[in-house]
């Protein structure tokens, strides 16, 4: 009998791709943007989905329930609990924060199931041929992709060990946990350092309050670029390995102009698509406010203007200041003290 094969996508469009073409096998799609909002120690099954439908529900402000979310993740879960039904598991990941996130979650999950005969294999890519700058699976033809089927290998004890302490860290409430994770060896996985690095300049900045992706956003704005697709595409050319789709830049713009003190005024029919894109994105454009400005120019402090409620990770940013800010100049990050 032919072996059966399972592969696990974190994204629908690089899902898509696979099952058009002849790699052998059914394909199922775990996504949950572990790299954004809560993912706190210790909890189990039932609490951790409800945490993360309740970050979704809020982040994208739509009419997307918290229960109905609750309920998709839950069923990723019992589709990857199927596993052993299958001879082989194969995971597919790129290397950027999205991606590397989820593969460290999924390794430490695998890492206690009782597999059987299942065997775990592992496809995880950072170039691609023909691709000067490679982005990512979802960039891939069906041709492409069933190429890398043949590059898998069965998952090691040492990636097995990596992922398990790095999971760890970033799910600890303590951030420098992140650090010391990215000092150690992590060569098993060897796209999952600068991921860790990326996710920590995610903190806010000590300069003006702002994450990297704010920032990022403020400066193509004060540069002048006001329609969403050329803001967008602009900012993803700022990033070695852009980690966000659309959704996660048009969330970042609608949380910086509706703190106390804006930084962003957005003018369009309505509050910005957050999750089900219009057929016209340029119907909104976008533009800095006088904070907005003085934030660019590094003259005021998102934070002291507005507070923070914001989770990284296992880390809970909450009040008049951030606990931990990211010092772009020394490449760590510094605590704040009351």
């Not at 039932?46 to 109905?68: N, Q």
């Not at 060897?190 to 704010?214: C, I, K, T, V």
């Not at 990284?312 to 020394?330: P, S, Y």
């Amino acid at each position: 009998m032919p072996e059966t094969v399972l592969h696990v996508h974190c994204g629908d469009s690089s899902a898509e791709t696979l099952r058009q073409s002849d790699a052998p096998g059914d394909v199922i799609v775990w996504c949950d943007p572990l790299c954004e909002g809560p993912t706190p120690a210790g909890l189990a099954d039932h609490p951790r989905r409800r945490v993360r439908a309740e970050y979704l529900a809020a982040s994208t402000g739509t009419a997307l329930k918290v229960d109905a979310l609750a309920q998709t993740l839950a069923g990723q879960d019992a589709a990857l609990a199927r596993c052993v039904d299958y001879d082989e598991v194969v995971l597919w990941f790129d290397a950027c924060l999205f991606d590397q996130a989820i593969l460290i979650r999924q390794l430490d999950w695998f890492a206690r199931q009782a597999l059987g005969g299942t065997t775990l294999s592992l496809i995880c890519v950072g170039e691609f041929p023909g691709f000067d700058r490679f982005k990512g699976l979802g960039e891939l033809g069906a041709g492409q992709m069933a190429s890398l089927f043949e590059t898998r290998h069965q998952v090691t004890a040492a990636q097995i060990e990596t992922a398990q302490r790095t999971w760890g860290a970033f799910c600890s409430e303590d951030p420098t946990e992140v650090e010391r994770v990215i000092a150690s060896d992590t060569s098993a996985l060897p796209y999952l350092r600068d991921a860790l690095a990326r996710h920590l300049e995610q903190f806010p900045s000590a300069r003006n309050g702002l994450s990297r992706l704010e920032n990022e956003a403020v400066l193509v704005i004060g540069a002048g670029e006001s329609k969403l697709g050329r803001i967008f595409a602009n900012v993803s050319a700022k990033e070695e390995r852009p980690f966000f789709g659309d959704t996660t830049l048009w969330a970042c713009f609608d949380h910086l102009a509706s703190g106390r003190t804006p930084a962003l005024l957005i003018d369009g029919p309505g509050r910005l698509p957050l999750w089900d894109p219009p057929g016209r994105l340029d119907a909104w454009t976008v533009a800095l406010t006088e904070p907005g400005h003085q934030m660019l120019e590094q003259n005021a402090d998102w934070i002291e203007l507005n507070g923070v409620d914001r989770w990284l990770g296992g880390v809970h940013l909450i009040g008049d200041d951030a606990a931990w800010r990211w010092d772009e100049t020394a490449g760590r990050l510094v605590e704040r003290t009351a």
